[in-house]
C-alpha cells in the first residue's frame, strides 16, 4: 500500500480507509479482491471474510437489471490490462449480497507497490444519493426559475398597468403577457357601466382570427348565468372549468359565458378569477390551455388572482381618477361663465384641464360689466394643483367680482381690497391675477387700465402684427402682503388699444411646461401671435384662439385664454351704419366636447368657449 509518512503511525494508512466515507476495494492483477474497507461492506452487504479471494468483476458487476456483464465489456477492469489511466463513471451497478443492485458512481486506478503493478484500486459510492441531490437541485433551479418568471411576470403587469389610464389598452397589453406565456387563450370580460352586461377582450395563440371575432359586448344573460358571474365577481376564490362540463353540459353555471369560448378557441381547462378591489368588482379574468399542456397548478392560480387583483386595483383607480376630474371640472365649468358683448367688441375663451386629474383647479378666466358699464376681464390662477384649489379659485373669483361691482375705483385699489378681502376671510392660498378695466365709447379710442398681481403680463397685438407684453401695473401676489404686513400696493397702468387689435390675457400653462422655460414660452406665444394677427385679421377671435392654441400646444398644466379683439376706429359710433363682425357659434363649459386623453389639439377645438348669444351683435 506503500511506505508510511515519516510521524505518521504505522496503522495510519489504515485508519483512513477504515474512516473514509465510501467503498474501497482492492483486488490482484487475477481481478481477486485483497481487501474492502468497512464502508464497501456496508455498502455491498458483504463481510470482509466473504470477498476475499472473489472475483470482483464475477462477484459484483451487474447490469441494472441484476444481469450479468461480459468482462470483455468491463471498463473497470481497464487499468489491469495495461491502461494504467484511472477510469471512472457513474453508469455502472454492483450486486449486494441480498440480490439488489446498487448504482455506483466509481472510480478505478493502478495499485503500485514497489515501483510494479501489484492490481488495482476501486473506488465506489452509493449513486442514488447524488442522484437524490442532483435531482433534488434540479427540482429547485426549476421552482427558483419559475418563482423569477412569475415574478417577471407580475413585473411586466404592474409595468403595462401603470403605462396609460385608458381601460381598453390596459386589458389588451395585459393579454398579450398572459397569451402564451401562461396560457393557449385568455378573456377579460369587464361589466358595463350602462346597461347591465359584460363587455370582452379576448386574445388566442392559435386561433386569432376566432377571437377577434369574440371580442363584442355580451348579450343579455339568462338569469341563472348571470347570478353565477356575480357569485364569482364577488368571490375572491378562483373556479376551475374543464371543457367537458361546458359542452356536455348546456345548464352548468358559467356555461353561458364560457361555453362558446371552448366551442370557438379550443381548449381542456380554463381557470376564472374575479376582478375585485376595495369592494368594487369589475369584472372577470379567464385564462386556459389547450393542447398537450397541463392544466393550471395552484402556483399558477395564485399568480392569476394576484394578476387579477393589480387589474382591478388599476380599474378602480381610474375610477376614482375620473370622478375626482370630473367633480373638478364640472366644478370650474360652472364658475366660468359666459362672455358679455359690448357694442362691437369680441371675446373668445378657452380652458384646457391639466392632463393629471391632480393637477385641475386655479385657474380662471371672468369679464362682466361694471355697475357704470365699464367692461372689466379678469385671468387669474390660485396656487395649488387639486379640487381644492378650484374651491379656493371660486373664492377669489367670487370676492374680486363683488367688490369690483360694489366699488367704482382703479384696479389698484381693487387688488389691495381683493389682498385683504382672501387674507382676513378666507382659507385660499396666494393667487396670481390680472383685473383689468376696457375703457372708451362707442367707437372708441379705447384704453386698458390694469393692475398686475404677480401674473404674466398680458400681450397686445395690432392689426399689423406687432406684438407687445404689457409689463407694467406690476405688484405682489394676491395674499402675500396683507399676511406679512409688508405694506406693498399695485401701481395702476394704463396703455392705448389701438382699432383692431388683440388684447391676450392667459395663465402659465400657455407658455410654461416642464421642458420649456417660461420666457421661452412668451416668446413663443409673442411669434404666433404676432403672425395670426397678419393672416387672420378678417377671422373671428374664436378662430384665432384656436388656431393659437393649436401652434402652441399647451401641455402639463391646466390653461385658461382670455381673447379680445377691439372693433375699427369710429365702429360703432353714432352715424356708422357698418355692419357689425359676424354672430359666433355659442358655447357651453357646462357640457363641453370631450376629446380623447391626449389630444391636445381637439381639445384647444372644442373646450369651453363661451359666448353670450344674446348679446351677439
Aim: glycine residues 8%; proline residues 8%; neutral net charge.
Amino acid at each position: 500500500m506503500g511506505t508510511v509518512g515519516q510521524g505518521l503511525a504505522p496503522d495510519f494508512p489504515e485508519a483512513v480507509l477504515r474512516d473514509l466515507g465510501a467503498g474501497v476495494f482492492t483486488v490482484d492483477m487475477a481481478g481477486r479482491i485483497t481487501y474492502a474497507n468497512p464502508c464497501a461492506e456496508r455498502l455491498l452487504g458483504r463481510p470482509l471474510e466473504r470477498m476475499l479471494g472473489q472475483d470482483a468483476h464475477g462477484l459484483l458487476h451487474r447490469r441494472p437489471d441484476g444481469g450479468p456483464i461480459p468482462r470483455e465489456r468491463c471498463a473497470m477492469l481497464a487499468p489491469l490490462y495495461g491502461n494504467r489511466a484511472a477510469e471512472e463513471g457513474s453508469e455502472e451497478h454492483f450486486r449486494r449480497a441480498d440480490g439488489t443492485v446498487l448504482p455506483i458512481i466509481w472510480a478505478a486506478t493502478p495499485l503500485l507497490l514497489s515501483g510494479r503493478q501489484a492490481g488495482m484500486v476501486v473506488y465506489f459510492d452509493d449513486f442514488s444519493q447524488h442522484r437524490g441531490y442532483a435531482d433534488r437541485m434540479a427540482a429547485h433551479t426549476a421552482a427558483l426559475e419559475a418563482l423569477t418568471a412569475r415574478l417577471n411576470l407580475l413585473a411586466e403587469v404592474s409595468a403595462v398597468l401603470m403605462s396609460t389610464l385608458e381601460t381598453s389598452a390596459r386589458v389588451r397589453k395585459l393579454l398579450r403577457l398572459l397569451v402564451p406565456a401562461m396560457g393557449d387563450w385568455a378573456v377579460v370580460d369587464l361589466a358595463r357601466k350602462g346597461p347591465p352586461g359584460l363587455e370582452r377582450a379576448v386574445r388566442s395563440s392559435t386561433r386569432p382570427h376566432r377571437a377577434r371575432w369574440l371580442e363584442r359586448p355580451l348579450p343579455p344573460l339568462p338569469e341563472k348565468t348571470r347570478a353565477a358571474v356575480t357569485r364569482v365577481m364577488n368571490s375572491d376564490d378562483p373556479v376551475r372549468l374543464t371543457a367537458k362540463e361546458l359542452l356536455e353540459n348546456p345548464d352548468a353555471p358559467l356555461a353561458g359565458t364560457h361555453r362558446k369560448l371552448f366551442e370557438r378557441l379550443g381548449g381542456h381547462s380554463a381557470t376564472v378569477v374575479s376582478l375585485r378591489a376595495r369592494r368594487q368588482s369589475y369584472g372577470m379574468l379567464t385564462v386556459a390551455r389547450a393542447g398537450e399542456s397541463e392544466p393550471h397548478t395552484d402556483a399558477e392560480i395564485r399568480l392569476f388572482l394576484d394578476i387579477g387583483r393589480r387589474l382591478a386595483l388599476a380599474l378602480d383607480n381610474s375610477r376614482l381618477y375620473d370622478e375626482q376630474r370630473n367633480v373638478a371640472e364640472t366644478m370650474q365649468r360652472q364658475l366660468l361663465a359666459p362672455l358679455p358683448q359690448v357694442g362691437r367688441l369680441r371675446m373668445a375663451a378657452r380652458y384646457l384641464p391639466a392632463q393629471s386629474a391632480m393637477e385641475i383647479g386655479g385657474d380662471w378666466y371672468d369679464a362682466f360689466l361694471l355697475s357704470g358699464g365699464v367692461l372689466a376681464v379678469v385671468i387669474g390662477d390660485v396656487v395649488g394643483h387639486d379640487l381644492e384649489a378650484a374651491s379656493h379659485m371660486a373664492e377669489v373669483r367670487n370676492m374680486l367680482r363683488a367688490l369690483a361691482w360694489d366699488h367704482e375705483e382703479p384696479p389698484s385699489v381693487i387688488m389691495r381690497r381683493v389682498d385683504e378681502a382672501v387674507t382676513n376671510t378666507s382659507d385660499a392660498p396666494m393667487a396670481t391675477l390680472v383685473f383689468a378695466r376696457i375703457e372708451g365709447r362707442e367707437g372708441g379710442p379705447w384704453q386698458l387700465r390694469w393692475a398686475n398681481a404677480g401674473h404674466p403680463p398680458p400681450l397686445l397685438v395690432t392689426h399689423e402684427g406687432e406684438a407687445r407684453f404689457l409689463t407694467a401695473g406690476h405688484g405682489p401676489l394676491i395674499g402675500m402682503s396683507a399676511t406679512l404686513n409688508l405694506g406693498l400696493n399695485w401701481p395702476d397702468a394704463v396703455e392705448d388699444l389701438p382699432p383692431e387689435s388683440v388684447l391676450l390675457l392667459y395663465t402659465d400653462g400657455l407658455v410654461e411646461s416642464r421642458t420649456r422655460p417660461i420666457d421661452l414660452g412668451m416668446a413663443k406665444l409673442g411669434h404666433h401671435a404676432s403672425v395670426l394677427a397678419r393672416r387672420m385679421a378678417h377671422r373671428t377671435v374664436d378662430e384665432f384662439c384656436d388656431e393659437l392654441l393649436t401652434r402652441i400646444a399647451p401641455s402639463g398644466d391646466d390653461t385658461a385664454l382670455l381673447a379680445l379683439r377691439l372693433p375699427e376706429a369710429g365702429a360703432g359710433a353714432p352715424g356708422d351704419h357698418r355692419p357689425p363682425p359676424p354672430p359666433q357659434a355659442p358655447y357651453s363649459p357646462a357640457a363641453p366636447n370631450r376629446a380623447a386623453p391626449g389630444s391636445r389639439r381637439q381639445d384647444a377645438r372644442v373646450r369651453d368657449t363661451t359666448r353670450d348669444p344674446r348679446q351677439e351683435g
